[in-house]
């Protein structure tokens, strides 16, 4: 049987479980969407879209029925995408970047990185697991004792974790992470997350198809980092993007994103991050920007990156730029290819050039807090360089932080390569093979 075929059996037998069900339209809805395209509209645009397309679906698809018929199933199918009550204006304002629901009463947002709480919350405890129930039957799973921990998306793409009793002992929680906004580098540059000079520098790092890897604890803005410096990938180049869930907004025309799977409700299908690494290195490409690395596949990346797969990007977590060299060691050890801890070591030498590590003040700024240059070789312990540092002054009374960012010179070897490449560097950095610079990493 042809390919096509059998995946328009797989669809057809899915479609005999239930036409007339507002479920499975709306899994065809979502099927059928641009989670990214939607993201970009207004909430009043996002239902007279999504409101078409079910039409559209229902009137290829679906069964003949009467106009009114016709049009509370519409309804229904865009509600139950898109209903989630009080979350629903949340969601339309765009400068909400986090929203927390602790229990029904308690509902936080964050706002340009400053956490409020609400005055309204759900009307009740039931109206909460409604909301609950709703977002994660999208995804196709169910919230009870027996999983009271789910991932979940919206059909905007946002993601939603949910944890309940027994595990949480104040209600059901929920957290939902907004789609990060893409930000040039100069907008992020403007918002005072880093120099002008850093950006250039960043920028021409990445033309020169230096290995970065971009570091950050959770909501620092590593996925705001990776869009903004994927930017200056030249327009010619075939660009794979692996993610676990699709944030990326790359403008260039030759992308091709990839996307893990979760393994289903029978606990089969599951594609990895890993997987989706091993493939695309079988795609020809001349950049993979992996959206993060959490385990084996790190190995996989590292490998790439020194088999002619350079200019690649990745971030990791990690809270400085020493602790991103250990957190590489440990998550490549985790891959089933063991290799003893000194190849990893040699990989890491070899592979990574430059670490941008951020940081998010504890006035809520996210900024790059050290571009750093590993500056070992092989064999060679672990050692970096830093080629700039933000020095923070002590806050004040008003809680905000002020600081310099700090340029330093640029190893010889990196300046070369920059100059081989066409590049020029921000004249701020000058050059210089001082061995002061150098900090051992133990
Ligand atoms: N430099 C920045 N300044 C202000 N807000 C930012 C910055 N970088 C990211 N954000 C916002 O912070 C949130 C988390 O960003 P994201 O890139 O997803 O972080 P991470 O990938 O580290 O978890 C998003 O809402 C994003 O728009
Ligand atoms: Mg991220």
Known sequence: MALKDRLEEDRSSSERTGRNTVGHWRA????????????????TQRRARLEKVTGLLITREGPVLAAGERANLIRRVVDEALGLGVLEPLLADPSVTEIMVNGPDHVFVERAGRVQRLENGFASEDQLYQTIDRIVAQVNRRVDESSPMVDARLPTGE???????????????????????????????????????????????????????????????????????????????????????????????????????????????????????????????????????????????????????????????????????????????????????????????????????????PDGTRRITEVAVVASRNREAFALRSVMHFKSRPIGPDRVVRGDFQPHALPKDLANRLFHAGESMPPVFGVSDDPAEIREVS
């Open 28 to 43: 065809r809805l979502l099927e059928e969407i641009n989670l990214d395209e939607l993201a970009a509209l207004s909430m």
């Open 159 to 361: 993601r939603v974790n949910v944890i309940i009793p027994p595990l949480s002992l104040i209600g059901p929680i929920l957290t939902i992470r907004r789609f990060p906004r893409a930000y040039t580098i100069e907008q992020l540059t403007a918002m005072g997350s880093m120099d002008p000079a850093t950006g250039m520098l960043l920028a021409s790092f990445v033309r020169a198809r230096l290995n970065i890897v971009i570091s950050g604890g959770t909501g620092t803005g590593k996925t705001t980092m990776l869009n903004a410096l994927s930017a200056f990938v030249p327009e010619w180049e075939r660009i794979v993007t692996i993610e676990d869930s699709a944030e990326l907004q790359l403008k260039q025309e030759h992308v091709i994103p990839l996307e893990s799977r979760p393994p289903n409700i029978e606990g089969k299908g599951q594609i990895t991050i890993r997987d989706l690494v091993r493939n695309a290195l079988r795609m020809r490409p001349d950049r993979i920007i992996v959206g993060e690395v959490r385990g084996g596949e790190t190995l996989d990346m590292l490998q790439a990156m020194n088999t002619g797969h350079d200019g690649s990007l990745v971030t990791v977590h990690a809270n400085s730029v020493e602790d991103t060299i250990y957190r590489l060691q440990t998550l490549a050890s985790m891959s089933d290819v063991k290799l003893p801890f000194e190849a990893i070591r040699d990989q890491i030498n070899s592979a990574v050039d430059v670490i941008v590590q951020l940081s998010r003040g």
